[in-house]
């Protein structure tokens, strides 16, 4: 039994199913900690490249881990921002390239579990909204709220396409599309920690629903789960 005063909240799913918005929202909604745990995958990734190490070198990858100073601090939008040794990473970790990165850094065992006791450490508490891939499954299994949100492959490309054509990036929606696809099969597929919904998550499908509805549909699950 665990005797967390507010509860953890659990948000899984591939890629582009909305859980970014929905987290955020969610989580300034019930005044939560939201905590992106794909954007630590994906710092890895970066650091990693940048020191020249292979994304294929598991052992390597998680000696690396290991040493990596990896934080969160909240952004003047209320989106968190990921800070790396020391220095504010969050816009160079949010390109396909990177992407591509954290979901093959992702599937090591020994980058998964140096990235363990942080996530744990982060939630434990609770009041925490933490979104990822494993989290329902394997970081905390016993979250009072368990959500996968999913949606059809071409919805999450169309939404990923429109967030960077947002952020004033050049995008291919065919391309995004096979890549998501691609990265769903990696990250469901892989030996460790797959991607799948937790026996006891409720499964959302955003694909004809607007995120606003989703955050709706969260705020009142929350709150029934927590009594309030
Ligand atoms: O959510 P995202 O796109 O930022 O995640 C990037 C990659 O990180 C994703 O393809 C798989 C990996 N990931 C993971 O394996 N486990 C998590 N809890 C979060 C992300």
Same mark, same amino acid.
């Given at each position: 039994?665990?005797?967390?005063?507010?509860?953890?909240?659990? $948000?899984?799913? =591939?890629?582009?199913?909305?859980?970014?918005?929905? +987290?955020?929202?969610?989580? &300034?909604?019930?005044?939560?900690?939201?905590?992106?745990?794909?954007?630590? #995958?994906?710092?890895?990734?970066?650091?990693? &490249?940048?020191?020249?190490?292979?994304?294929?070198?598991? =052992?390597?990858?998680?000696?690396?881990?290991?040493?990596?100073?990896?934080? @969160?601090?909240? %952004?003047?939008?209320?989106? =968190?921002?990921? @800070?790396?040794?020391?220095?504010?990473?969050?816009?160079?970790?949010?390109? &396909?390239? $990177?992407?591509?990165? +954290?979901?093959?850094?992702?599937?090591?065992?020994?980058?998964?579990? +140096?990235?363990?006791?942080? !996530?744990?450490?982060?939630?434990?508490? %609770?009041?925490?909204?933490?979104? %990822?891939?494993?989290?329902?499954?394997?970081? @905390?299994?016993?979250?009072?709220?368990?959500? @996968?949100?999913?949606?059809?492959?071409?919805?999450?490309?169309?939404?990923? #396409?429109?967030?960077?054509?947002?952020?004033?990036?050049?995008?291919?929606?065919?391309?995004?599309?096979?890549? $998501?696809?691609?990265?769903?099969? !990696?990250?469901?597929?892989?030996?460790?920690?797959?991607?799948? =919904?937790?026996?006891?998550?409720?499964?959302?499908?955003?694909?004809?629903? !607007?995120?606003?509805?989703?955050?709706? &549909?969260?705020?009142?699950?929350?709150? !029934?789960?927590? %009594?309030?």
């Amino acid at each position: 039994m665990t005797t967390r005063a507010r509860p953890v909240v659990a $948000i899984d799913g =591939p890629a582009g199913a909305g859980k970014s918005t929905c +987290a955020l929202r969610l989580a &300034q909604a019930l005044g939560f900690v939201l905590v992106d745990t794909g954007a630590l #995958y994906r710092g890895v990734a970066l650091s990693a &490249q940048e020191r020249g190490l292979e994304w294929t070198d598991g =052992p390597a990858l998680g000696e690396h881990t290991r040493t990596l100073d990896l934080r @969160f601090e909240t %952004g003047v939008d209320g989106a =968190p921002l990921l @800070f790396v040794d020391g220095v504010d990473r969050s816009g160079d970790i949010r390109t &396909q390239e $990177i992407a591509r990165g +954290a979901s093959t850094v992702s599937k090591h065992p020994e980058v998964r579990a +140096a990235l363990l006791g942080l !996530q744990r450490r982060l939630g434990e508490d %609770g009041g925490v909204v933490l979104e %990822g891939r494993d989290i329902g499954t394997v970081v @905390f299994p016993d979250a009072e709220v368990k959500v @996968f949100l999913t949606a059809g492959v071409e919805v999450r490309g169309k939404r990923r #396409y429109d967030e960077l054509r947002a952020r004033g990036q050049d995008a291919d929606l065919a391309k995004i599309v096979s890549e $998501i696809a691609e990265r769903d099969a !990696q990250d469901a597929g892989r030996a460790v920690a797959p991607l799948r =919904p937790a026996d006891d998550a409720i499964v959302l499908d955003s694909s004809a629903l !607007q995120l606003e509805r989703v955050v709706e &549909q969260l705020v009142a699950l929350v709150r !029934q789960r927590s %009594g309030g």
